[in-house]
Each structure stands twice: as C-alpha cells, then as structure tokens.
C-alpha cells in the first residue's frame, strides 16, 4: 500500500456501523490468513481528505498549503507597509515641527502655523500631538489671541490625562492659567496655577519657574503685593540655579511692573534695565523675542513716570516696530497704551484719548480684558486731567469711571478700583454730593486695608504717592527710610 493508492474514498464517509478498531487497521504478519475485512475501502480514500489535510490541489491546481502561506505572506506585507508608513508619518511631522521653528525664528508666524496645524493632522504619536500643541499655543499667546491658546491648552489637557503625565499636566495647567490671567479671570487663573505646582511636585525646572512667574502676576493684578512678591523670589531663584536668563528676564519685567505700581520708580526703573540687558543678550529671533519686546515696553513706562519722555517715546516705537513685525497683537495693544501715557505726560489730551481709543478697540476685538483695562484707566486720567482744566464738565468722567469700576471690580483689580473711588470722590464732591464722598472715600480706605499697603515699621501706607520702598527676603515691604 503507497500514500499514491489513497485517492479515492472519504474517510468520514465510513458507515457507522464500521468497528476501525486498533487491530483492524494492524497489519498481519500473513497476508494470506489475516486479511484486514474491506481493506480495499480503508486504502482508498477521498481526494478532499487529502485537501483537509492541505496535501491536496484546489480546483484551479494550486496547493491549498502554498495559498495559505501566500495569504499569510501578504497579511505580513501589508502589516509591514502599515508600520511603515506609520514610522514615515511620524518622520515627516517632526520635520514639519522643526521647519515650523526655522520659520517661526523668522518672523513667518502664520507659515509656521499652517505648517504646525499641517503635522498635527498628519501625527498620531501623542507625544508629538502635544509638543505641536504647545507650539500653537505659544504662537496664539503670543498673537494675543487668548481664547484659541486656551482651546489648544484644552486638548494639551486631554492628551495628558490620557498618557497620565504629571509632566504634561504641569505644562497643560500652567497655558491654562496664563491665558486665563490674560482673559481676567484672575481667580480661575490662580486655580489653574495651583494644579500645575500640584503636579510639579516641586522639581527644580524651567516650566517651575514660570509656574511661580504666573502666580506671582496674579496676584500682582489681585493687589496681593507681597504674596507676587514671594512668587517672584521663587521664580527667580529657579532660573539662577538653571541659568536661564530669559526666565530671569520675565522675572525682572514683572518685578519692575510691581515696584512701578507701588510708585517707586527708581527701583522700576533699574529692574527695567536688567530686563533689557539680557534681552539684548538673547537671540532677537527665536522664541524668546516676545521676552524683548515686553522689556522694551517696560524701559519706555519707566522712563515715562521719570519723566524722560524722549527715550521713552523711542523704547515704545521700537517695541510697536518689533510688535507689528511678528504680528504681536496683545504687545501692540500695550504700545498703544504706554504712547498715550506718554502724550498725556506732554499734556497732548486729544493725541493721548485716540490712543488710548485704539488701545480699548484692538484689546476688545482679541478679548484681552486687561489691556482694555489698563487703557480704559488711562482714558478715565484723560477725562480727568480735562474736568480739572474745565475743559469738559463732570459727567461724562463721572459715567466713564463708573463703568471702568464695574470692569475692575469684576475682574477683581483692587489697586484700580481704589484709584477709580478716589476719582469718584473728588467728581462727586465737585457735583456737591456729599453723601457720596464720603461713601467712596470710605470705600477706598476698605480697600486699603484690603490691599495691605501698610509699612510694618512705621504703620503709615505705601505705593500710594511717588515714595522708595525696600522688599525684604521675607517677601514683606517697608518704607526704605
């Protein structure tokens, strides 16, 4: 019996009445006297056995074994095609993120942008999704157009709790609060900045830094002087240990920004100018311009409380000049701000008012309610400027700084709105409504306690008139007398 006689009878097609037991299909030793009963059947069998088995022929003449590898060969082609491509994807959108960088250094914001949006479609590696993120965030932030920021902090968020990052988590946390502070909501802000120290867990980095860089400026706006005051030494003791000057450099801008509101301008003044160093220090191109930029409106604000009113008028063209190049909406806003402080400081009202007119539409238009703010404030000083020249009566200031009040206190600036009831005041007094200045007045002192602008030394306040005040390592503030 050869393996060639078995072609034709199926095997499963045995009666079941058929006994194949062991020994029946045992070969005798005698053929002659044993012979196995219809052992012709048995030897024959099917041609579809023999294809069940995979030895057999389709009926096109093809091996079935042979077309089960040729399946198998091309699911793995195709699987490797699919990896490939894939790996090629990932190839491509990380050079797209680096020529979106060259073209960023550039000043070519918007190709960069395209080219971002482009790899973001492109990449399903989550951890490239996020860095491209960051990158439109950045770029929108530094358009001044807060509310996309916060949309591409929000899927940031998304993608970090779905790799569950704390990393990631402290990045996406900290976008979402220094949009929001740009948006005026200081509390939710705050909220948001505390999660990102949450997740931070206290490591020695720069988004650390820039952590307590933004709680500092929040509090600065909410009147918490000594608490920014506290944020700011973290921060800068950060970027002194990992040497990143233009974190220090942010730390310096704020700081002067904070000395200037109290109403010491020598100190706002001299931080001013070490921010400015170091940005002439820094590469003007990269990301890091918008750091120069604000350093250079910072030197023109100084200057202008100084009363040096030429070279500030030139720091702030410079900073409009740098502003409309790299289409820097939220700095331009704020150059359109410091020019009108600058003329009001000339004492050119109506060049100032216009302005501070197109400084209130362009803030509006990209919703940054705290340049509207300060814009708004310097309109009021205006108005007000022009009341005590009798140059125009005292309703018109009266319905301005109203309005401006609810705009301060909604956003919960409490260092203007105890400016804005000082103005009330003195209006309401000219109007000879008593009972209301003395309500303001009233008012304004609860605000003063609020705020805490009382010298531990001598008990009287601070940051109100033009005065030296000295910050101690304790991140309290006295009199420097």
């Keep these: ?45 099917d041609e579809s056995y023999s294809r069940l088995a995979g030895c057999g022929s389709s009926p096109d003449g093809t091996s079935l074994w042979a077309q089960h590898n040729t ?5 793995s082609i195709i699987n490797c095609f699919f990896v490939c491509q894939r790996s090629f994807k990932q190839y491509i959108a990380r050079r797209k993120i680096q020529r979106g960088l060259r073209l960023y250094e550039q000043h070519n914001q918007n190709a960069a942008v395209r080219i971002w949006r482009s790899a973001l479609k492109a990449t399903n590696r989550r951890e490239d999704c996020f860095q491209l993120l960051g990158y439109l965030y950045q770029a929108h932030m530094d358009w001044g157009k807060y509310r996309e920021a916060i949309e591409f902090g929000h899927r940031q968020l998304g993608i970090s709790e779905e790799l569950d990052s704390p990393i990631m988590r402290t990045e996406t946390y900290l ?18 900045a505390r999660h990102s120290l949450y997740n931070d867990c206290g490591t020695q980095c720069r988004t650390g830094g820039i952590v307590h860089l933004t709680v500092a400026r929040v509090y600065l706006e909410m009147g918490g002087f000594s608490r920014a005051l506290e944020g700011l030494q973290g921060a800068h003791k950060i970027a002194t240990s990992i040497g990143d000057p233009s974190l220090e450099l942010q730390v310096y801008v704020t700081l002067s920004e904070l000395f200037g509101r109290l109403q010491d301008n020598d100190k706002s003044a001299m931080y001013a100018s070490k921010a400015y160093d170091l940005s002439r220090s820094l590469l003007l191109g990269d990301l890091n311009s918008s750091h120069h930029r604000a350093a250079l409106l910072r030197m023109a604000a100084s200057l202008r409380k100084q009363g040096d009113l030429g070279d500030a008028h030139d720091y702030c063209m410079e900073a409009t000049r740098l502003a409309l190049i790299s289409g820097d909406q939220a700095t331009y806003t704020r150059t359109l701000r410091v020019m009108g402080d600058i003329y009001r400081k000339k004492v050119d009202m109506d060049r100032a008012f216009r302005q501070y007119e197109e400084a209130m539409g362009t803030s509006a238009a990209v919703g940054d309610r705290m340049a509207q703010m300060e814009a708004m404030d310097g309109a009021a000083r205006c108005l007000e400027a022009l009341r005590l020249q009798q140059k125009i009566c005292n309703c018109r200031p009266l319905e301005f700084n109203t309005r401006l009040l609810e705009v301060a206190s909604s956003i919960g600036s409490k260092l203007l709105v105890r400016r804005i009831r000082s103005r009330l005041a003195l209006i309401y007094r000219a109007l000879g409504d008593e009972e209301q200045y003395k309500t303001q007045l009233r008012l304004a002192g609860q605000t003063d306690a609020a705020l805490g602008l009382f010298c531990g030394a001598c008990g009287e306040t601070f940051g109100l008139e033009p005065d030296s005040i000295e910050a101690l390592p304790c991140a309290h503030i006295l009199h420097a007398r």
């Excluded at 399946?71 to 699911?75: C, G, L, P, T, V």
């Excluded at 976008?175 to 929001?180: F, G, P, T, V």
């Excluded at 740009?182 to 509390?187: I, P, S």
């Design 71 to 75: 399946a198998r060969s091309h699911d």
């Design 1 to 45: 019996m050869s393996w060639e006689s078995i072609t034709s009878k199926d095997l499963f097609s045995i009666p079941p009445s058929h006994n194949l037991s062991a020994t029946h299909l045992l070969a005798s030793p005698d053929g002659s006297r044993y012979l196995l009963e219809n052992s012709n059947d048995l030897c024959q069998l």
């Design 175 to 192: 976008n979402l609060a220094r949009a929001h502070e740009r948006l005026g909501g200081l509390e939710r802000a705050l909220s948001y």
